[in-house]
Nanobody, 125 residues
């Protein structure tokens, strides 16, 4: 399993931006799809963005499509989530996740093999 550490969470006003980073180590990072999963109080976990192992394709939840952008740098073993035009409903703990899926960009919760510890994102109105 790959070890994942997130950074970049914090507080932002609605309409603002944040960039999350995830550093990976100890696994086959460049062979796994990567994603960002969020968990808000009282809501189910949601895969908001995922990116294919090659970086050639990405998938987004409808709730963030057009506002969030996922990217990865396999040489640095890093994954990023650029969050723009943020809304109060984006408030959640965001987790970096790895999944050994290779034939599509999207990942499902049940496919995730490694999780980060999470980073809190708070968007005020």
């Amino acid at each position: 399993q790959v070890h994942l550490i997130e950074s970049g969470g914090g507080w932002v006003q609605a309409g603002g931006s944040l960039r999350l980073s995830c550093a990976a180590s100890g696994g086959r990072f460049s062979s796994d799809n990567m994603g960002w999963v969020r968990k808000a109080p009282g809501k189910e976990r949601e895969v908001v963005a995922s990116i294919k192992w090659s970086g050639s394709a990405a998938d987004y939840a409808a709730s963030v499509r057009g506002r969030f952008t996922i990217s990865r740098d396999n040489t640095k073993e890093m994954v990023y989530l650029q969050m723009d035009k943020m809304k109060p409903e984006d408030t959640a703990v965001y987790y970096c996740a790895a999944a050994p899926v290779t034939y599509r960009a999207a990942i499902r919760l049940a496919e995730i093999s490694s999780w980060g510890q999470g980073t809190q994102v708070t968007v005020s109105s």
